[in-house]
Nanobody, 121 residues
């Protein structure tokens, strides 16, 4: 299994932007895709976006369209999630995962420990 480490989460103000990173260990990212999920306090984990590792094709949950951009750097074996116009309801732990290019958690077999984002009003 690939090992994933998220970073970049911090406390920000409403309206600010933030870029989260997910570094994958190993020489080559072995999975089909990298996905990002988030879990807000007291809520279930939800899908945010996924990117096919080789083609760069992306897929977003409807609610994040226009505010979230997923990308990856093949040379660095790192994925990114750019969040813009952050709102208090974006406060959550953000997880990256490696696996199939779907919105289903069960498609992903490797998970990072998460990085926490807090949006203050």
């Amino acid at each position: 299994q690939v090992q994933l480490v998220e970073s970049g989460g911090r406390r920000v103000q409403v309206g600010e932007s933030l870029r989260l990173s997910c570094a994958a260990s190993g020489h080559t990212f072995p999975e089909i895709a990298m996905g990002w999920f988030r879990q807000a306090p007291g809520k279930e984990r939800e899908f945010v976006a996924t990117i096919s590792w080789n083609s760069g094709n992306t897929y977003y949950a409807d609610k994040f369209l226009g505010r979230v951009t997923i990308s990856r750097d093949l040379a660095k074996n790192t994925g990114y999630l750019h969040l813009s116009n952050l709102k208090p309801e974006d406060t959550a732990v953000y997880y990256c995962a490696a696996g199939g290019a779907t919105h289903h958690e069960v498609s992903y077999d490797s998970w990072g420990r998460g990085t926490e984002v807090t949006v203050s009003s």
